[in-house]
């Protein structure tokens, strides 16, 4: 019988390093990756199907209704989403899938799929979190501040996550390594095996 894969949910505030690690990630092991759905113009550089899927607003509340998204916001103005057709074919398929998504959307992940693996990927503290997104040299001082202000809303929920993983300077690396590991204990964790016992006589 196919091993279903893992939805794996990854979500931390800017300047957690999430892009980097899951790069990391997929190198070391392949992971199926989950792209977002969106009604937003997709920006210059952005590749439809790679950075954004991109929907109409009546398909896109169509899906609302049907019930085929695993998570969706609305932001100013724009739907934002994942479809759950490409995700669930995954998984069906053994494959182990990444979802790169806000703290709300994980939230409405865990309600609808409650075996979803849910990862929080956190700077070592808020002074290290300003020092990189100053050092990034590439935003205002308000989009600064807004995203530091942010964090301390997506730390009130951070007890819905599975695991927090610290992202340390010079700690990538190390990061991708404590992912991998957790996936590698949730393949073990017994709740995912079914019935042990029957299993193991199965071919007797």
């Known amino acids: 019988m196919q091993e279903k894969g893992l939805i794996i949910v990854l979500s ?5 390093g999430k892009s980097t690690v899951r790069k990391l990630v997929d190198s070391a092991q392949h992971f199926d ?15 439809d199907g790679v950075d954004y899927v991109k929907y109409s607003v009546e398909y896109f509340k169509k899906l609302i209704a049907e019930g085929n998204l695993l998570e969706y916001t609305e932001y100013c103005g724009n739907y934002y989403g994942t479809p759950k057709l490409p995700v669930f074919e995954s998984i069906e398929k ?23 693996v849910l ?3 956190l700077p070592p503290d808020f002074k290290t979190q300003e020092s990189r997104l100053r050092g990034r040299g590439t935003e205002t001082e308000d ?3 807004k995203r530091l202000t942010r964090t301390a809303y997506e730390l009130d929920d951070v007890q819905i996550y599975d695991y927090v993983i610290y992202n340390y300077d010079n700690g990538t690396q190390a990061s991708a390594e404590d992912f991998l590991a957790i996936v590698r204990a949730e393949k073990c964790a ?10 193991y006589y199965h071919n007797k």
């Open 119 to 121: 990862i929080m990927l």
């Open 143 to 145: 989009k600064i501040i």
């Open 33 to 47: 990756f989950s792209v977002s759905a969106t009604t937003r113009e997709l920006r210059p550089g952005e590749v």
């Open 94 to 116: 053994g494959n182990d899938i990444i979802l790169e998504i806000e703290v709300e959307g994980a939230k409405q992940i865990k309600k609808n799929y409650p075996d979803a």
């Open 12 to 16: 931390g505030p800017a300047g957690s």
């Open 190 to 199: 017994r709740r995912r095996l079914g019935n042990i016992k029957d299993n």
